[in-house]
C-alpha cells in the first residue's frame, strides 16, 4: 500500500516536481514561507504568553482553566475544536461528492449546542465534575462504567478524531510541498505534533483555548478568501448550482447495475434526501433522528467539546459560548461544502475521477479522489501568498483539534485512570497508606500522558497513510454511528431519569457496544467494492444488516436497544437514594442540600434535617469547606442576572430560527 501511494503521489506531482493539475505547476514560493513563519511565530507567543498568564499550577487552573474563561475564546474553542483539518477536507471532499447533503451535519449541531448549554451543563456544572466519566462515577456509584467510558474515549480519541486529522493534514501538507518521500511528511506531521504538544504541556487548556480563539480567526479568514475565489472562478452561485450535475470526468467505468459511474446525485441541492436503502448517503431519517444521536454523543458528553463549557466564568459565559459556536455552524456550508462543490466543476478529471484505475493514479484510492478537492482548490487558485496562508490555516485546524484532543485526554487519564490506579495499587507507596495523590503529581501525569499521546500518534502515521477513504466524512461518522449510541442513551436517562441505576446503565452499555462492534467488524471487513471494480460479492447476511441499514439507522436501532436494556434492568434493581442525586438530574440541579456519596448512602443514611453531613469527593474540595457550605456554592453557580439571562435566551430563539430557515430553503 506504501508503494501505491507513492506512485499515485508522483503522478500528482508530475516528473518536473511541481503540482500535477489542469492549470499548471503550482509550488510554494517565498511569500507563502514567510506567511507560514510568521503564522508560527504569532501563535507561538499567544500559546505562550496565555500559558504563562494561566492557572498551571493547580488541577482547575490546568485542566479547567480555572473555571473563569470568557465566553468568546469558549465559543471560539468550541468551533475550532470541531472544525479540525479533517472537515476541511471531509465536509469538502463529501460536497464534491454528493452536493450539499453533508452540510445537515453542521446545521443539526446548532440545535444540540442550545441542548449543550441549556440542559446538560447546568447539571455538570453543578456536580463539579472535571470530566464525563466521573460524572457517570458520581451519578451511579462503583467504578467499572467509569473506567470503562475513560478507555473508550482515550480510543476512540486516538483512532478516530487523531488519525481522521492527521490523515486529512498529511494528504494537503504532501500535496502542498510537493514532496512525495516519507520524511517530508513524518518531518511535517512531527512539526505539528511538536507545536500542539508544547501548548498543551505548558499552559493546559488555558492555552489551548486562546490559541484556538486566534486560528478560529485565522480559519475563517483564509477559508472566506478561498469561497469567494471559488465562486468567481465557476461563475458565481447560480452558475455553481447550474453547472455542477454535469461536472464529470472524461473517463468513467460502468457499475454493475450497468449505470454509469461519477455521476451526482440529483438532489444535489437538497439537506433532506430520499430513505431509499442504496440511493443517498444522507436519508432524511437518518439525518433527523440517527444524527440528533450521534450529535447529542458528541456535543454533549464528549469530553473534548464539554470541558470548554465547564472552563466558564458562570452559566451565561457558558451559554454565549454555546451560542457563538452555534452562530459560526451557519458558515461550514459556505466556506467548505460549496467550494468543495466547485472544485468537482473545475478539476472533474481529478476530483470526480470515476474510474478505480484512474483514481488509483490520482490520489492512491479507488473508491475515488473527491477528498482532494479542497487542496485542489487552494493549490491551484491561490496566487502565492495566499497559497501560505491557507497552508498556515490547514495547520491552525490540525493543530486546533491536536490540542484540544490532548487536554481533554490528559485530563480523562488523570481524573478517571490515574486516581484510580494510585487508590487501588498506591496505598503501599504512601506513608499514610492512604494513597492519595498530590496536585503536583496529577500536573506531572497529566503532562507525561500528553507526550505519550503524541509517540502513539506518530506511530499510527504509516497506517493511517494506507486507509484512505473516498468519503473521509462518511468514515468518520459511520464509526461514531457503531459506538456512540449507546453512551447517548445511558447519559440521557442519567440525567433525565433519576430512576437508572448503576447495573442498568452498565449493561445497557455492554449490549450495545456488542453489537456495535458487530456491526463494526461487518462494515470494515467486507467493504463496498468501488464502482466500475466488479460485482457486489458480500454474502446476503451481510447486505441486510450492513448494505440496506444506513449507518445513521443503525444508530437509532442502537439507540433503542441499549435504552430498552438500561431501562429494563434499571426497574428490576434497586433505587440509588435521592440524597445521593442532589445535583446530579437535571431535575435537582438546583438542590443546596449535600449530597450523600452513593458508596456510604446504604450503610449511613444520617440525614439532618434533610441535610447529610457526608462529604463528596475529598480531591476536589480543596479550600475544606463544610459539606453545607459546599453543596450551597454548587447550587448558586447556576444563578444568572435576569438581564443577561434574557439576552443569551433571545439570542438562542433566533439562532434556532435561523438554522429553521436553513434548512427549510435547502430541504
Given at each position: ?61 490546568y485542566f479547567l482553566g480555572g473555571r473563569n474563561m470568557h465566553w468568546i475564546p469558549v465559543g471560539a ?591
Amino acid at each position: 500500500m506504501a508503494e501505491t501511494t507513492t506512485m499515485a503521489l508522483e503522478d500528482v506531482l508530475g516528473e518536473d516536481g511541481g503540482y500535477g493539475g489542469s492549470d499548471g505547476v503550482s509550488t510554494l514560493g517565498i511569500p507563502d514561507i514567510i506567511v507560514i513563519v510568521l503564522y508560527f511565530v504569532f501563535v507561538l507567543a499567544v500559546g505562550l504568553f496565555s500559558s504563562w498568564r494561566s492557572e498551571r499550577g493547580s488541577t482547575s487552573g490546568y485542566f479547567l482553566g480555572g473555571r473563569n474563561m470568557h465566553w468568546i475564546p469558549v465559543g471560539a474553542s468550541l468551533f475550532a475544536s470541531n472544525i479540525g483539518s479533517g472537515h476541511f477536507i471531509g465536509l469538502a471532499g463529501s460536497g464534491a461528492a454528493s452536493g450539499i447533503g453533508v452540510a445537515g451535519f453542521e446545521q443539526s449541531a446548532i440545535y444540540i449546542l442550545m441542548l449543550l448549554g441549556w440542559l446538560f451543563v447546568p447539571v455538570y456544572t453543578s456536580s463539579q465534575v472535571y470530566t464525563m466519566p466521573e460524572y457517570l462515577k458520581e451519578r451511579f456509584g462503583g467504578q467499572r462504567i467509569r473506567v470503562y467510558l475513560s478507555f473508550l474515549a482515550l480510543l476512540l480519541y486516538i483512532f478516530t478524531k487523531i488519525s481522521a486529522d492527521l490523515y486529512a493534514g498529511a494528504l494537503f501538507i504532501q500535496l502542498a510541498l510537493n514532496k512525495t518521500s516519507s520524511e517530508w511528511l513524518y518531518l511535517s506531521i512531527l512539526f505539528l505534533l511538536a507545536v500542539a504538544a508544547i501548548f498543551t504541556i505548558a499552559g493546559g487548556l488555558t492555552a489551548v483555548v486562546w490559541t484556538d480563539f486566534v486560528q478560529t480567526i485565522l480559519m475563517i479568514f483564509g477559508a472566506l478568501i478561498l469561497m469567494v475565489m471559488s465562486f468567481k472562478e465557476v461563475g458565481g452561485y447560480t452558475a455553481l448550482v447550474e453547472r455542477y450535475p454535469y461536472a464529470v470526468a472524461s473517463v468513467r467505468a460502468v457499475g454493475s447495475n450497468n449505470a454509469t459511474c461519477g455521476e451526482p446525485p440529483a438532489d444535489y441541492m437538497n439537506l433532506l434526501r430520499t430513505i431509499e436503502p442504496g440511493k443517498s448517503n444522507f436519508p432524511w431519517t437518518g439525518m433527523v433522528f440517527g444524527l440528533t444521536i450521534n450529535s447529542i454523543w458528541y456535543w454533549c458528553t464528549d469530553q473534548v467539546i464539554v470541558q470548554r463549557t465547564l472552563a466558564s466564568r458562570n452559566m451565561i459565559h457558558a451559554k454565549a459560548g454555546c451560542i457563538l459556536a452555534s452562530y459560526l455552524k451557519f458558515l461550514p456550508l459556505w466556506l467548505l461544502v460549496f467550494p468543495g462543490m466547485a472544485a468537482r466543476i473545475l478539476y472533474p478529471d481529478r476530483v470526480a475521477c470515476a474510474s478505480p484505475e484512474e483514481c488509483q493514479k490520482i490520489c492512491g484510492s479507488p473508491g475515488g479522489c473527491s477528498n482532494i478537492a479542497y487542496a485542489e482548490l487552494v493549490l491551484q487558485l491561490l496566487p502565492q501568498g495566499l497559497s501560505g496562508l491557507m497552508l498556515a490555516v490547514m495547520m491552525a485546524a490540525l493543530m486546533s483539534s491536536l490540542t484540544s484532543i490532548f487536554n481533554s485526554a490528559s485530563t480523562i487519564f488523570t481524573v478517571d485512570v490515574w486516581t484510580l490506579v494510585r487508590k487501588w495499587g498506591g496505598k503501599c507507596c504512601r506513608k499514610d497508606g492512604t494513597g492519595k495523590i498530590s496536585e503536583r503529581e496529577k500536573l506531572i501525569v497529566g503532562r507525561v500522558f500528553v507526550a505519550v499521546l503524541v509517540g502513539v500518534s506518530v506511530i499510527w502515521i504509516p497506517v493511517i497513510q494506507n486507509t484512505g477513504n473516498s468519503q473521509l466524512f462518511d468514515y468518520i461518522q459511520s464509526i461514531s454511528s457503531f459506538l456512540a449510541p449507546p453512551i447517548c442513551a445511558v447519559y440521557l436517562l442519567a440525567i433525565f431519569w433519576a430512576r437508572t441505576t448503576e447495573p442498568g446503565a452498565f449493561w445497557g452499555l455492554m449490549v450495545g457496544l456488542a453489537i456495535g462492534l458487530l456491526r463494526f467488524i461487518l462494515e470494515f471487513s467486507y467493504t463496498v467494492p468501488a464502482c466500475g471494480a466488479g460485482d457486489d460479492t458480500r454474502g446476503q447476511f451481510l447486505m441486510v444488516t450492513v448494505a440496506k441499514v444506513h449507518y445513521l439507522h443503525f444508530s437509532c436501532i442502537l439507540w433503542i436497544i441499549t435504552g430498552v436494556v438500561t431501562i429494563s434492568i434499571s426497574l428490576m434493581t434497586c433505587p440509588i437514594p435521592e440524597h445521593s442525586l442532589y445535583r446530579l438530574t437535571y431535575w435537582s440541579r438546583k438542590d443546596d442540600r449535600p449530597r450523600v456519596p452513593i458508596e456510604d448512602a446504604y450503610k449511613t443514611p444520617s440525614v439532618t434535617n434533610g441535610r447529610s453531613m457526608h462529604v463528596a469527593d475529598p480531591d476536589h474540595d480543596p479550600n475544606k469547606l463544610t459539606p453545607v457550605e459546599e453543596a450551597k456554592n454548587a447550587a448558586a453557580s447556576l444563578y444568572e442576572p435576569p438581564f443577561w439571562k434574557a439576552v443569551v435566551n433571545w439570542n438562542a430563539i433566533i439562532c434556532l430560527v435561523l438554522s429553521t430557515f436553513v434548512i427549510g430553503f435547502f430541504a
